[in-house]
T-cell receptor, first 109, second 113 residues
Framework: GQNIDQPTEMTATEGAIVQINCTYQ??????LFWYQQHAGEAPTFLSY????GLEEKGRFSSFLSRSKGYSYLLLKELQMKDSASYLC??????????FGPGTRLSVLP | DAGITQSPRHKVTETGTPVTLRCHQT?????MYWYRQDPGHGLRLIHY???????DKGEVSDGYSVSRSKTEDFLLTLESATSSQTSVYFC????????????FGSGTRLTVV
């Protein structure tokens, strides 16, 4: 089977750092994506990891451990506009994306 | 940004009626996908296409059919709509290389009453 787990909801304060975890069990692995989705809008690309380690892009970083089936998205210097859902997606051997349920992040002033 | 549009953006239909959703792209991407998004389930793949007239089923394909007669258009048909098909439907396109990821359309909110 294929399963991706993420926390359902998280809350953090403006200016803080938050880490959103993703664990996965899929039929093969060809990469892991993180997407951001604001309410009522389409998901948009944030990051891509295919090798173990940390990928940094501005305020956002994503980490991957293939041996542990684990990734996290790190958001620094949180802003109100970061309030959104964050989707973890794994590309399986069929080259299709398997999405997690998403984590709804609320950033409070 | 990639050119991808979905129509309609919102639709209310009655149980038992056929419904067709359209996805149109201007990027000449080979791969196109239909997903549905429901609370607690995330995005689930309905059908996908890897070329004109080449389509395959995803994990939740029952009750849905697709057609792709041109590179730019991918149609999703609910043959006889049911209340369980009330959802937000997203189309996505991809060049095919996994590191490019998907680009999503703005979504269609479908309500079956």
């Amino acid at each position: 089977g294929q399963n991706i787990d993420q926390p359902t909801e998280m809350t953090a304060t403006e200016g803080a750092i938050v880490q959103i975890n993703c664990t996965y069990q899929t039929s093969g692995f060809n990469g892991l994506f993180w997407y951001q989705q604001h309410a009522g809008e389409a998901p948009t690309f944030l990051s891509y990891n295919v090798l173990d380690g940390l990928e940094e892009k501005g305020r956002f970083s994503s980490f991957l451990s293939r041996s542990k089936g684990y990734s996290y998205l790190l958001l620094k210097e949180l802003q109100m506009k970061d309030s959104a859902s964050y989707l973890c997606a794994v590309v399986n051997y069929g080259q299709n994306f398997v999405f997690g349920p998403g984590t709804r992040l609320s950033v409070l002033p | 940004d990639a050119g991808i549009t979905q129509s309609p953006r919102h639709k209310v239909t009655e149980t038992g009626t056929p419904v067709t959703l359209r996805c149109h792209q201007t990027e000449n991407h080979r791969y196109m996908y239909w997903y549905r998004q429901d609370p607690g389930h995330g995005l689930r793949l309905i059908h996908y296409s890897y070329g004109v007239k080449d389509t395959d089923k995803g994990e939740v394909s029952d009750g849905y059919s697709v057609s792709r007669s041109k590179t730019e258009d991918f149609l999703l048909t609910l043959e006889s709509a049911t209340s369980s098909q009330t959802s937000v439907y997203f189309c996505a396109i991809s060049e095919g290389s996994t590191n490019y990821g998907y680009t999503f359309g703005s979504g269609t909110r479908l309500t079956v009453v």
